[in-house]
């Protein structure tokens, strides 16, 4: 919308930003030139916002990007500002990681080019949360209100903070535009592994990198690998034996219909009960929804409590299949993706863990479901909603069970 | 003579309609519904009686502004207790007129207005079915009659037997814990 | 120029006319909120679907021509 230098600095990131293929890098993946340009394309100064939220609990990147490489992902922010002559930077950091945002406050302070004229940058303190992390729902958060996703359209790139077009990308993502812009990016990204591997934790690799690599990268598993993994709780459960081979690029995988998430790579050991797993992980990221459509709130509720049926003892035959078309039901029937993710990462542990599944059908809990405890679910401090909550709907009882549910 | 007869029967039958109004909309906010009474029914039927509730309002303004035996002006019927005729009770039904217009304008252009401000007017209806039933009792020159008393006791049970099933009409919980 | 019926799931309260009224676009899932199919409105529907769309009490139903889908 203006020419001149800023026409020119816009395009000359962008197209570097092309060239180096960066994208996303907070779960959707979505091209990050692609996005400066339609919030360029847009009326207004724009906002740049840094998502540091990081509700997702298999991930620990953005919070070491805070505190270890504050530098580059402010970098990244100054120059998507310049190149969009935006007038705000905002850093959202989770309340739950005061010495991440402490560093990066600090970081910021150390910096004059951040807060010359005509650019202000803030660290804000954003309530912990599953969804806090979607675009809307930090946005909302960051104006002072409850962390709720919006209805889209409008857009954040159209009209996000205080009604500006807005940029909100991940911690990871600002560090890569960063590293573009000073011509030292190489490609490399931060997978945060974890489960049943010796060094958990966070390994630099490359769109090359096979699973194999990565778990020398981590020291090597502890034990036989039932299942991974792969994208977080609203990711994709793989077998080992298909995820021995796979190049962890994301456009590879997701041809196979997986997905690296945010950059998650979690080895279930085999001394765990999948479907303990997956029905505690499934319950807390019920409780995690915003509350606020009916399909997320009665449908993840649903899930879950078929799920927790599974671990429960006693040999009354309990059906999967209810399961499944629960999770086809709330696909893209809520204002967010939330119902999306735990739809995908619940079928495809029924796909993987087939097996496992079954024998819980028939026979209820297993000696290793009270035990199992590998995926974490924190306890978030309590919530309460007010009048947004939904309460209405049909509850769980009055549906009608299919013939071999129960 | 017959005009005197015309207030007063279209004011009664204004006054049925009204209550015929508010409590099917009691019945539509406690999502009462049935294969033969759909939703969309009770709605459909919750704005055609108020609509026809307003026609034989405006009947009863009318003739009672034009009669010669009382003065109402026109200006009492939308600004209460100002008038010489029983400025009270008259105030009342200006009262009510006042209430049920904004009620009515702010339904006809709802969806220019969004959820919270119509619905914040609709509540008025609340207020202005009693005042139109405190007015038809004390204006009324039929109100000792049997009939009368007859009509107006099925009015009152019936909005609040509504009353009744919209605070008893249980809330469907998810079971979530929220 | 298509129009699509769609249903904004925050104001959504599972009132359920949407579905009485234009079941050929609308069913309610298990729990009573609507699954809105988006093929487009022809002209025998849009009649009813203007009628749907002025039926929700929350207004949560919208005829839209836009052809952006929500996210």
């Known amino acids: 919308m203006v020419s001149g230098p800023r026409r020119d600095r816009l395009g000359q990131l962008t197209d570097a930003l092309e060239r180096a293929d960066v994208r996303g890098r907070g779960g959707a993946g979505f091209p990050t030139a692609t996005k400066l340009r339609a919030v360029e394309a847009q009326r207004g100064t724009p906002t740049i916002i840094v998502n540091a939220a990081e509700g997702e609990p298999l991930s620990q990147k953005d919070r070491y990007l805070l505190t270890g490489r504050g530098d580059t992902v402010l970098d990244g922010a100054l120059a998507a500002a310049n190149a969009l002559s935006a007038d705000e930077i905002v850093i959202a950091v989770d309340q739950g990681s005061p010495a991440e945002a402490a560093a990066i406050g600090r970081a910021v302070q150390a910096r004059p080019d951040l807060t010359r004229r005509g650019l202000r940058t803030t660290v804000q303190v954003v309530p912990s949360g599953y969804v806090t992390g979607q675009e809307t729902a930090l946005i909302a958060a960051l104006a002072g209100g409850e962390p709720k996703p919006t209805q889209t359209p409008p857009y954040p790139f159209e009209r996000g903070r205080r009604g500006r077009p807005t940029l909100v990308s991940n911690t990871e993502t600002y560090s890569h535009i960063g590293r573009v812009a000073r011509g030292t990016y190489d490609g490399t990204r931060l997978l945060t592994v974890s489960g049943a591997v010796e060094q958990p934790g966070l390994i630099e690799t490359t769109s090359d990198t096979t699973m194999a690599g990565l778990l020398q990268s981590a020291g090597g598993i502890t034990e036989s690998i039932q299942g991974v993994l792969l994208g977080g709780y609203a990711g994709t459960w793989t077998t080992m034996a298909d995820a021995a081979a796979l190049k962890l690029d994301e456009q590879v995988l997701r041809e196979r219909g997986l997905t690296l998430g945010a950059g998650i790579v979690f080895l279930l050991a085999g001394s765990c009960c999948p479907v303990a797993e997956v029905a505690r992980v499934a319950k807390w990221m019920s409780t995690e929804s915003a509350g606020q459509c009916g399909p997320c709130v009665h449908g993840l509720g649903a899930i879950a409590g078929a799920l927790e049926q599974l671990t429960v003892p006693g040999d009354g035959f309990r059906s999967c299949v209810q399961i499944r078309s629960w999770s086809e039901m709330v696909k893209k029937r809520g204002a967010c993706a939330h119902p999306d993710g735990v739809a995908r990462f619940v079928t495809t542990a029924l796909t993987v863990f087939a097996a496992e599944f079954d024998d819980h059908a028939h026979h209820g809990r297993c000696d290793r479901c009270a035990d199992s405890t590998a995926l974490p679910t924190p306890r978030r401090r309590r919530r309460t909603y007010g009048s947004n909550t939904l309460r209405y709907g049909i509850p769980l009882s009055q549906i009608e069970p299919q013939a071999a549910w129960r | ?178 | 120029m298509t129009q699509q019926l769609r249903v904004n799931p925050i104001e959504c309260t599972a009132h359920g006319l949407c579905a009485e009224l234009i079941p050929e676009r609308v069913t309610l899932d298990d729990w009573g909120y609507p699954i809105v199919d988006d093929t487009a409105i022809d002209k025998d529907l849009v009649a009813l679907a203007r009628r749907a769309v002025a039926a929700c009490p929350v207004f949560a139903l919208k005829l839209a021509t836009d052809a952006r889908r929500p996210r």
């Open chain 2, 1 to 178: 003579m017959i005009q005197w007869y015309v207030i007063r029967a279209s004011g009664v039958v204004a006054l049925g309609l009204l209550t015929v109004t508010v409590v099917l909309g009691l019945l539509n906010r406690s999502r009462v519904t049935s294969d033969r009474w759909p939703r969309f029914v009770i709605d459909r039927l919750h704005r055609n009686a108020s609509l026809l509730a307003i026609a034989f309002l405006c009947v009863h303004i009318v003739t009672a502004i034009t009669d010669t035996w009382v003065s109402v002006r026109l200006v009492d019927v939308f600004i209460p207790f100002r008038g010489t005729y029983r400025p009270l009770w008259v105030g009342l039904g200006a009262t009510a007129v006042d209430l049920l217009a904004a009620v009515i304008v702010t339904s006809l252009v709802r969806v220019r207005l969004g959820v919270k401000t119509w619905r914040g007017v609709h509540w008025l209806a609340y207020l202005a079915w009693p005042v139109a039933v405190a007015h038809g009792l004390g204006i009324g020159t039929d109100s000792g009659q049997i009939w009368m008393l007859g009509i107006e006791v099925i009015c009152i049970g019936s909005v609040l037997a509504a009353l009744a099933v919209r605070l008893a009409a249980p809330v469907r919980l998810a079971g979530q814990a929220w």
